[in-house]
């Protein structure tokens, strides 16, 4: 795949609708234009223009065309949007029309926004805030990957980095100059001030999962005995009828997950076969995906029917005791909360409940790190930066404290995918002047 190809993707959903939106980007961006649209309209003015077959002259449809020249654009390339309209065929035709010509293909996933960023349009935490907007679901996913869009967890990397490059410089700087072999102590002071500023705050990054949970979801496990109701409540908290319920003990085998919205927040309820010893395989085997669900989720709904808990409840991180069919029976001192699927008395505590502890463990999006990523390079750079300070306070080799400053640097700058160190340092070093 050539990157000076010029690419093309309808970039609105598929199937039929109303108004169909083509991306292009490239450097033939304005000569399909001049081929199809009879011309290159003002930049980014949008103009309605018959659109015709390169090759015939055919008119294919009457669209809305808009010229969007480079490097001003999403992907910093010229480009060009094509909305036409929605019918499967119109939208066929246009496409063959730009397949047929040269050095104009289809893009491939997420090409423009690689464009993008290879452009310096955005960085690598952008791209991927970019792509949590597209998949948000809820409104504190979204509001999280607006803040990340916006920077927030690039300009807190930056800001790292560009701290641990002055540390850097200044240690570089007493490799160069100093005779002993050690850092003078007015520098030493200063680069411990700059590591340790920039290890406390990435510690506060790392010290909180919220943003992870939210972008993934809170998971939420119905776990209990046979018959306690746990597939009822799944239906009455999905507010559709998901699993199947019967006074049969044994009901369901395997994990059932649904996707919810608790008040902004995203929630995976997932219901699972009631734990008991059986003899039959499948039952078996639905009830220790059930105990593995337990151990991994966020929180685990133990359900208890009115006639009690044969055995205990699974090891869960976190763990709330329900007593079921309130309707039945009402005297269930060991219980959290009461409640009943049949009468719904309960049931909004227990989504007020849910919601707290999802709000308690998620945060509304104002996390820094959303990602695994992000928590793998910070806690590197952390590292790094630990080592450095030991040796630097130990008297230890320089060369080998200013290669620890050195990985933390690169680990930071793999956050925003500025990884090549070098031209930084330049820059950094011709500001300096030290001791001549
Ligand atoms: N009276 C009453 N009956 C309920 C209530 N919730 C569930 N049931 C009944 O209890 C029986 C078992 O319900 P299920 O939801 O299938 O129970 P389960 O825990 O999913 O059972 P397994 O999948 O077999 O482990 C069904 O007959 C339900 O109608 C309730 O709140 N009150
Ligand atoms: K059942
Ligand atoms: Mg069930």
């Known amino acids: 795949m050539r990157s000076d190809d010029t690419i093309f993707a309808i970039a609105s959903g598929h199937g039929r609708a109303a108004v169909c939106l083509i991306r292009i980007s490239g450097p033939g961006s304005g000569l399909i234009l001049e081929r199809m ?54 939208r066929a035709a246009v496409l063959r029309a730009l397949g ?75 490799l160069d100059f100093s005779d002993e072999g050690d850092v003078p102590e007015g520098l030493e002071a200063e680069i411990l001030r700059l590591t340790g500023e920039v290890e406390g705050e990435i510690a506060g990054a790392l010290a909180t999962r919220s943003g ?19 597939s009822t409540l799944l239906n ?31 929630v995976v309820i997932v219901d699972t076969a009631g734990l008991r010893e059986s003899a039959d395989l499948i039952e078996q085997e639905g009830v220790s995906r059930a ?66 502890e999802a709000a308690s463990l998620m945060g509304q999006g104002d996390a820094v790190i959303t990602r695994e990523r992000h928590r793998l390079a910070l806690g590197r750079a952390q590292e790094s930066l630990q080592r450095a300070r030991a040796m630097l306070t130990g008297k230890g080799p320089l060369e080998l404290t200013a290669e620890e400053v050195r990985l933390a640097a690169r680990a930071i700058g793999e956050i925003t995918g500025r990884v090549d160190v070098e031209d930084v340092l330049d820059r950094l070093f011709s500001s300096f002047c030290i001791g001549k």
């Not at 010229?67 to 010229?78: A, I, K, L, V």
């Not at 060991?334 to 849910?354: K, N």
């Open 236 to 266: 009455a908290l999905a507010r559709r009828d998901v699993a199947i319920v019967s006074p049969i003990a044994g009901t369901t085998r395997d994990a059932i997950e649904v996707h919810c919205d608790l008040g902004g927040l995203p």
């Open 100 to 174: 047929s010509l040269e050095g104009c293909r289809p893009a491939q996933a997420g090409e423009f926004t690689r464009r993008a960023f290879l452009n310096g349009r955005m960085d690598l935490s952008q791209v991927e805030g970019l792509a949590d907007i597209i998949d948000a679901e809820t409104e504190a996913q979204r509001r999280q990957a607006m803040r990340q869009l916006g920077g927030r967890l690039g300009n807190a990397a930056e800001g790292w980095r560009e701290r641990v490059l002055q540390a850097l410089a200044l240690l570089e700087a007493s």
């Open 291 to 356: 105990r593995t669900r337990a151990q991994d989720a966020d929180l685990v709904l133990w359900l208890v029917p009115p006639e009690g808990e044969a055995s205990p409840p699974p090891p869960a991180r976190r763990l709330l005791k329900l007593g079921t069919k309130a309707d039945l029976n009402r005297n269930r001192p060991d219980c959290d909360l009461l409640i009943s699927a049949s009468t719904g008395e309960g049931m909004p505590e227990l989504v007020s409940r849910l919601e707290a």
């Open 37 to 90: 649209a009879g011309g290159v309209p003002e930049p980014r003015r949008a103009v309605v223009r018959t659109l015709v077959d390169p090759a015939t002259g055919e008119p294919l449809d009457q669209a809305l065309v808009l010229w969007m020249p480079g490097p001003r654009s999403f992907t910093g390339e010229d480009q060009a949007e094509l909305h036409i309209h929605g019918g499967l065929a119109t």
């Open 212 to 230: 992870e949970r939210l972008r993934e979801g809170l998971t939420v496990v119905l776990a209990g005995p046979p018959n306690a109701g746990k």
